[in-house]
Structure formats: C-alpha cells, structure tokens
C-alpha cells in the first residue's frame, strides 16, 4: 500500500525557514506530479507549489520567491524549501503524489495525500 508521511513542520518566527519532507513508500513504479497543499483554519485548501515528473515548477503567487519545491526520485521523495516566512504561512502543510504503483499483478495511477503537518509562523 502506497503512503506518504512529511515532516519538517514546526514554530519558527517571521522571516524564518523551515523545510517540509515529504516520503513515499509502497509497490511504487513511478511518482508522477508532486504537490504541495495548505490549509488555513478556517479556509480551503490550496495548492501552494507543484513540481512535474520532468522538475518543471509552478507556484501560487503568494509564495513565488520565497518557496521552492523540489524532488529526488531515487529517495521517492519531494521537498519545499519555505524561505522568509509570514504569519499567513501558517497551515497544516499536506503532500499529494500521483503514483503509479503495483497492485498485485497490474499497475494503477492514482492520487495520494499524506496526514499534514503543522507550520506555525508567530513571534
């Protein structure tokens, strides 16, 4: 069974850094697009930051300059890099995978959401 687990979350001051992990594990073929999402209390969820299977990046202006996603497919991992952190960052910080995977003795695409984890930027 295919899961992804982050970590990296955590209470850091405005202008502060933290980076976000994000691990996949299971019968995984292939990792395809890699998202990072946040939730506000209160909001909906967002897409924050995006990367292909090729590394071509796309993020949500609010964050252009300040985030960077990046991924090593040989660890089956994704990162975001979250630089100069505000106050409206903070969220509950979710990883989503698309992955083609085994099941049993065929493939299946399909998405995946990790369990979140919390950002808090506050002085």
């Known amino acids: 069974q295919v899961q992804l687990v982050e970590s990296g979350g955590g209470l850091v001051q405005p202008g502060g850094s933290l980076r976000l992990s994000c691990a996949a594990s299971g019968r995984i073929l292939r990792i395809n697009a890699l998202d990072w999402y946040r939730q506000a209390p209160g909001k909906l969820r967002e897409l924050v930051a995006a990367i292909t299977s090729v590394g071509s990046t796309n993020y949500v202006d609010s964050v252009k300059g300040r985030f960077t996603i990046s991924r090593d497919n040989a660890k089956k991992m994704v990162y975001l890099q979250m630089n100069s952190l505000k106050p409206e960052d903070t969220a509950v910080y979710y990883c989503?995978?698309?992955?083609?995977?085994?099941?049993?003795?065929?493939?299946?695409?399909?998405?995946?959401w990790g369990q979140g984890t919390q950002v808090t930027v506050s002085s």
């Open positions: 989503n995978a698309n992955i083609t995977s085994y099941t049993g003795s065929s493939l299946a695409s399909d998405g995946y």
